[in-house]
């Protein structure tokens, strides 16, 4: 299924656009959520595990995942992908001015994708869902030049 998205008009941000300029960009648009109970029962479905032993272990994965994170490792997920910790900081002109309590910046958390979800990444398809305003005719959505 693809996935919808709509055009929006926005300001203009690149370099010498002219004052008042605007582009359009897509924007996705809402798309269904998957709760974690029904991902709990669909997995459950597939395995010798109740949805209650899959939610278990969901929650010892992250109680772990988070201190192997805060120690500095990173953690592979299988097909899921990589966990690791990212740090930036602010500048110092020296190494004796540089002061950890004031210069480093809140630290992230990167996801690389495994192999599995990359492989659905690629495979994600568009259409374009047109605003009720815009005038009616062309081809149907199926065929439209939108959809990639």
Known sequence: ?????????????SKGAPEG??????????GEIISFEELCESIA?????????VKACFDRC??????????GR???????????PSVGSKGAKTKEEFQVAT???????????GKMI??????????????PNEAKGGTPDSESPDEI
């Not at 919808?4 to 926005?10: A, C, G, S, Y």
């Not at 992250?62 to 120690?71: A, D, K, Q, V, Y």
């Not at 990173?74 to 690791?84: D, N, Q, S, Y």
Request: proline share 5%; aromatic share 8%.
């Open 118 to 131: 990359q492989e659905a990444r690629e495979k994600i398809t568009f259409t374009r869902v047109k605003d």
């Open 45 to 53: 479905e597939e395995t010798a595990l109740t949805s209650a032993d």
């Open 103 to 113: 210069m480093m910046k809140k630290p992230g958390i990167t996801f690389i994708p």
């Open 62 to 71: 992250s109680r772990h995942m988070s201190r192997h994170l805060r120690e």
């Open 1 to 13: 299924m693809p996935i919808k998205f709509k055009l929006v008009e926005r300001k203009d941000w």
């Open 21 to 30: 300029a605007t582009l359009f960009y897509a924007q996705p648009v809402g």
């Open 74 to 84: 990173a953690v592979r997920m299988g097909e899921i992908g990589t966990f690791r």
